[in-house]
């Protein structure tokens, strides 16, 4: 079991910045496969970017190719997600989710990960 938690979100005009942090109770190594998912108001969860353990293989969804940035802690206990220039369809909340399996490729942006933190709420305005 681990235990996630989100923090960072907040409000924004677009073309501003935020970065997203999930903290783990247990080490991020544990995992195999890492990831940010979004949900926005009357909208489906989307996967956003995914990151495997060896941090060879990110994935990011279309709408954030450029602009988000996934990566894990010098401590390997916090994962983080950098969002630059931010527009106000990226309006979501945001989870962290990790999995034992290895998931990798454009597919991993789709799997059902085993463990989600609670989500930080990200609103942009225009």
């Known amino acids: 079991q681990v235990q996630l938690a989100e923090s960072g979100g907040g409000s924004v005009q677009a073309g501003g910045s935020l970065r997203l942090s999930c903290a783990a109770s247990?080490?991020?190594?544990?995992?195999?496969?890492m990831a940010w998912f979004r949900q926005g108001p009357g909208k489906e969860r989307e996967g956003v970017a995914t990151l495997t353990r060896d941090g060879k293989d990110t994935e990011y969804a279309d709408s954030v190719k450029g602009r988000f940035t996934i990566s894990v802690g010098d401590a390997k206990n916090t994962l983080y997600l950098q969002m630059n220039d931010l527009e106000p369809d990226d309006t979501a909340m945001y989870y962290c989710?990790?999995?034992?399996?290895?998931?990798?490729?454009?597919?991993?942006?789709?799997?059902?990960?085993?463990?989600w933190g609670q989500g930080t709420q990200v609103t942009v305005s225009s």
């Open positions: 247990r080490t991020l190594v544990t995992w195999y496969s």
């Open positions: 989710a990790v999995d034992s399996r290895w998931l990798d490729g454009r597919g991993a942006l789709s799997y059902d990960y085993k463990h």
